[in-house]
């Protein structure tokens, strides 16, 4: 292989692709990118298109970073995240930070690891391996209820399960860059699994794939 190895994960929200795309990375010692994050910060702080312009990946990641999981973890900020990602301009500004992280991902042996919803179809669709992670809707609201309940006790498994099928819907029917698994995944349906039982799996998807 004559370039760092990428691989893509793309699926729901709470599906675990973020937990398994985080353990990758160390697993085999990539650099990785939340590109969820990047939207969520920029719907959290109401960054607009003129200060994306001039913002380079590490600048919106910083941010990500001050600023508390549970904050960008909320429903709230993920349906604004959703919104704005509909946005041709700030699409296509996400869509080159995201590039150039993948020709710089600031490890220098190791590939990158992406995970999103349009890593594999619209941002790096030459990746070398490309995972769909996906759950049940019920199960996936079960796991984001568990996390965020901690700090909002009056949250309600209903009002979450709720906000995960909406989000669905607008993630799989918007126009541009919809949440789609073609042939050209591997799909992993976490919805049995333990999050060790899923990572032994994707680890060997991933090694499959770059042993080609």
Known sequence: MTRKPIVAIDGPAG???????????????????????????????NVNFDEI???????????????????LKSDIV?????????????REVMTQLQREFVANPGNEFGGSILDGR?????????????????AD???RAKRRWNFLKITNP?????????SIVARDEQDQ??????????????LLDTSAD??????????KIVRVALSE
């Open 15 to 45: 599906s675990g692709k973020g937990t398994i795309a985080r353990m990758l990375a160390d697993h085999f010692g990539f650099a990785y990118l939340d590109t969820g994050a990047l939207y969520r910060i920029a719907a959290h702080a």
């Open 53 to 71: 312009t001039n913002l380079s990946v590490h600048d919106l990641l910083k941010i990500a970073a001050d600023t508390p999981e549970d904050v």
């Open 78 to 90: 993920g349906c604004k995240a959703s919104d704005i990602a509909k946005l041709p301009h700030i």
């Open 118 to 134: 349009d890593i594999g179809t619209v941002v790096i669709p030459n990746a070398d391996c490309k995972i769909f992670i996906t």
């Open 137 to 139: 809707p019920e199960v």
């Open 154 to 162: 009056l949250l309600t498994y209903e009002t979450i399960y709720q």
């Open 173 to 186: 029917s918007r126009k541009i860059a919809p949440l789609t698994c073609d042939e050209s995944y591997v």
């Open 194 to 203: 333990t999050i060790d039982m899923s990572l032994a799996k994707a680890v």
